[in-house]
């Protein structure tokens, strides 16, 4: 029997010490949330959630409400929303059962790198779209990078 209360005794003693951590250091998440506002009366809103990650990599998240049953193209565009401009980053599209998408950049579609540093002061906006087959209507943008007003 003490075979056994040692046995459980030592074994304890590994996993604590197995799952304990040498430093006290935690990992800070660095992060910007950036506003999706309904276009016309769409009533979908939602948000740009960007990441920074290891490696000269940003993950986007997509998380909108109030969707349709349509997947829903997103596309990141040069200028502000008024102004309007060229696409620079195309994302995952927000499939209408989770009305959210994960994209991760590292690079305009032209292949120019971007970092995450570059891409929270970018000058664009973000559109998502009804679906592939109507990118004219959009039903949500907002500003992001420097076009935002703090």
Do not use: W
Not at 70 to 75: G, L, M, Q, T
Not at 85 to 103: N, Q, R, Y
Not at 115 to 138: D, P, R, T
């Amino acid at each position: 029997m003490k075979k056994h209360t040692y046995l459980f005794f030592a074994l304890t003693m590994v996993i604590i010490t197995g799952c304990s951590k040498d430093d006290n250091s935690e990992t800070s998440i660095i992060s910007r949330v950036f506003q999706l506002s309904a276009v016309s009366d769409s009533n979908i809103s939602g948000t740009a959630t960007f990441i920074k990650k290891e490696k000269g990599l940003t993950e986007i998240v997509l998380q909108i409400s109030n969707s349709s049953t349509d997947i829903h193209p997103a596309k990141i565009y040069l200028n502000n929303a008024v102004q309007g401009g060229e696409a620079a980053i195309t994302l995952a599209a927000i499939e209408c059962d989770c009305e959210a998408s994960t994209t991760m950049v590292s690079k305009l579609d032209n292949g120019t790198a971007i970092s995450y540093e570059e891409l929270v002061n970018f000058n664009g906006h973000l559109k998502i779209h009804q679906n592939a087959n109507h990118m004219e209507v959009v039903i949500a943008q907002g500003n992001i990078g420097s076009n935002v007003k703090l």
